[in-house]
């Protein structure tokens, strides 16, 4: 059974910073692409970023240069370092693991 948990989402004001966690237990987990995508309230679920099992990243143009997605391959674990947060990256954040696979989601809510 797969099972994906994030963790890490909070409020934080305008210029501030949050690290998303997402411990997967998912077979062939190095073998996965991962990933984080986003649903603002109204809004349809959108890619933040994923990462391939080589290591290569993709991101969403409104968060380059400002968030990085890493791997742990030895803990099967994701990350989502979110740095410089403004107001309009305030949604409710989910894992992703190939192909399919979802947590549950963890509110980041951004304002002062």
């Known amino acids: 059974q797969v099972q994906l948990v994030e963790s890490g989402g909070g409020l934080v004001q305008p210029g501030g910073s949050l690290r998303l966690s997402c411990v997967a237990s998912?077979?062939?987990?190095?073998?996965?692409?991962m990933g984080w995508y986003r649903q603002a309230p109204g809004k349809e679920r959108d890619l933040v970023a994923t990462i391939s099992s080589a290591g290569f990243t993709n991101y969403a143009d409104s968060v380059k240069g400002r968030f990085t997605i890493s791997r742990d391959n030895a803990q099967n674990t994701i990350y989502l370092q979110m740095n410089s947060l403004k107001p309009e990256d305030t949604a409710v954040y989910y894992c992703?693991?190939?192909?399919?696979?979802w947590g549950q989601g963890t509110q980041d809510t951004v304002s002062s």
């Open positions: 992703y693991a190939a192909i399919n696979f």
């Open positions: 998912v077979s062939r987990f190095s073998s996965r692409v």
